[in-house]
């Protein structure tokens, strides 16, 4: 038994020591200011998915320095050295050196075709990284709307619990004074119970909405955030065909598809080039010497040019074209279905953006009669005139007239966020200089990440409590040896 305490006080010290960790790690008092364009800043400057993306540059870039290696000169350099014996003859011992050149002359254009394919390709992997850091800009102001619009709700929420529970009070005094039936207390009791369901949804449905921006931003899971930009209406003037016409040119996605069409057209000049010869340079320079039974040496220059020719490969090289063309066309074909998939997401987010913008206009004076509905029932209740079904009634409007008002709001800012990241609008200037910081070094992101530092912390933290549970720690304790803490 005496074990079994200290075990659990070792236990409770290791939950000490992980609280004083994330107090530590964690957030303070205060709740640390986040505007909307400091929240997509920051999420273009730490973002570990973005980080991801970026490293496909870094591949693109080395498959370039490849195909362009293989057009170059390259050098090779031996060095043997041999013993050989045979019936009739001494024991021979000899070394030769040598250094050998080749560079291709004439390659069919397989090689140059391999260059202008790994450019293209370093190109597209630029356009990916800007279309990813232009989603990641949506992604970052829809979690911000979504806590805002969250936060609201649970206002609308609790007000609505506040008043039910103001209603129950003056239910339960007038029933107490004989003046209300008791169907109406529970009725009461009733819609007060409903109206906390909904407040609890609400405030979890705000954590997880923040927790889902923490996330965009990579920042500390815990560390409370104060989002101090609303919802602005600001007017979209510009008209469907325009805005499906810019994406048409300006969308990120659909230059890299045509790039890939232009890449396979490469690819088809390479596979080609099975049909023709090939052309190469070859140069060496050889050191021979022997060490027994005599002693000699020599050396020899060589040069020469080889001319290869594949007169008949099994119809390998037909195959290759083929394949080569069957490639060709997917590109062509998947940049036409591109272009059909952003005309129809232009189409789709102009339109609910003009939808919420209706409703939003509709609602403003909604609110408003809803209000004073819900102050006739209430008062036109305690004077004895009204119905308890009344009061519900008229608090459910107005919680609903106030939550499509707020939701009005945000949906038209997100569907207007969603239409611009549609038609393939640039970052500007502040979010360019952002992204420009993002530190992509493996190491440095790990050390800094915050979800590494916390299990980190946690690991020392449990070893710590595991060595100081061991078999002969108990009994340092147990026999009364341990240091007073």
């Known amino acids: 038994m005496k074990i079994s305490r200290l075990i659990k006080k070792r236990q409770r010290r290791l939950s000490l020591a992980l609280a004083g960790m994330m107090m530590v ?10 505007s909307l364009q400091e929240a997509i800043n920051m999420a273009l400057t730490q973002n ?3 980080k991801v993306t970026q490293k496909g540059e870094d591949t693109a870039q080395a498959s370039l320095k490849k195909a362009r290696g293989n057009n170059g000169v390259s050098v090779s350099a031996t060095d043997t050295l041999s013993v050989s014996k045979s019936n009739d003859s001494d024991r021979r011992e000899s070394n030769t050196a040598g250094v050998s050149a080749s560079m291709p002359l004439y390659s069919g254009g397989a090689n140059q075709a391999a260059i202008k394919k790994a450019e293209l390709g370093v190109k597209s992997a630029d356009l990916l990284t800007e279309r990813d850091r232009e989603n990641l800009k949506l992604n970052v102001i829809k979690a911000y709307y979504d806590a805002l619009e969250a936060k609201k709700t649970v206002a609308v929420r609790q007000e609505t619990v506040d008043k039910y529970q103001e209603h129950y009070t003056n239910v339960s005094q007038l029933y107490s004074a004989g003046a209300k039936a008791r169907i109406d207390v529970i009725r009461s009791s009733v819609e007060l119970s409903n109206a906390r369901q909904n407040l609890i ?7 997880v909405d923040l927790a889902t921006l923490r996330n965009y931003l990579n ?8 989002l101090t ?6 007017e979209f003037a510009i008209a469907m065909d325009d805005c499906i016409a810019y994406a048409y040119a300006n969308r990120k996605d659909l230059l890299v598809d045509q790039y890939k069409v232009e890449q396979q057209e490469q690819a088809v000049k390479a596979a080609k080039a099975g049909y023709l010869p090939s052309v190469s340079l070859n140069m060496g320079l050889d050191n021979s010497n022997v060490f027994h039974p005599a002693s000699s040496s020599s050396n020899s220059v ?10 008949f490969d099994g119809g390998v090289t037909d195959a290759a074209v083929k394949s080569a063309k069957t490639d060709y066309d997917v590109a062509k074909l998947t940049l036409l279905k591109d272009k059909e998939d952003v005309d129809l997401a232009v189409r789709q987010g102009y339109y609910n953006m003009r939808e919420a913008e209706k409703r939003f206009n509709s609602t403003k004076d909604a609110v408003h009669q809803a209000e004073e509905d819900a102050y006739i029932a209430r008062e036109k209740y305690r004077a004895g005139e009204g119905l308890m079904l009344d009061i519900i009634d008229a608090q459910e409007a107005l919680s609903t007239a106030r939550l499509n008002y707020i939701s009005a709001q945000y949906d038209y800012a997100r569907y207007k966020a969603t239409v611009e990241n549609a038609m393939g609008i640039s970052l500007n200037a502040s979010e360019q200089e952002a992204a420009a910081k993002l530190e992509t070094d493996v190491d440095k992101t790990l050390d800094s990440s915050p979800i590494e530092q916390t ?3 946690a690991a020392k933290a449990d070893t710590k409590a595991q060595a100081e549970t061991t078999p002969a720690a108990v009994a340092d304790e147990l026999a009364g040896n341990e240091e007073t803490k």
């Open 455 to 457: 299990g980190s912390a």
């Open 219 to 226: 920042l500390n899971r815990t560390e409370p955030l104060n």
């Open 201 to 207: 949804k609400a405030q979890n449905s705000y954590e």
């Open 25 to 34: 790690m964690g957030p303070t008092a205060l709740a640390a200011d986040l």
């Open 48 to 50: 570990t998915g973005l």
């Open 229 to 234: 930009s609303d919802f602005s209406y600001d």
């Open 302 to 311: 060589s040069a020469s040019v080889g001319l290869k020719w594949s007169i």
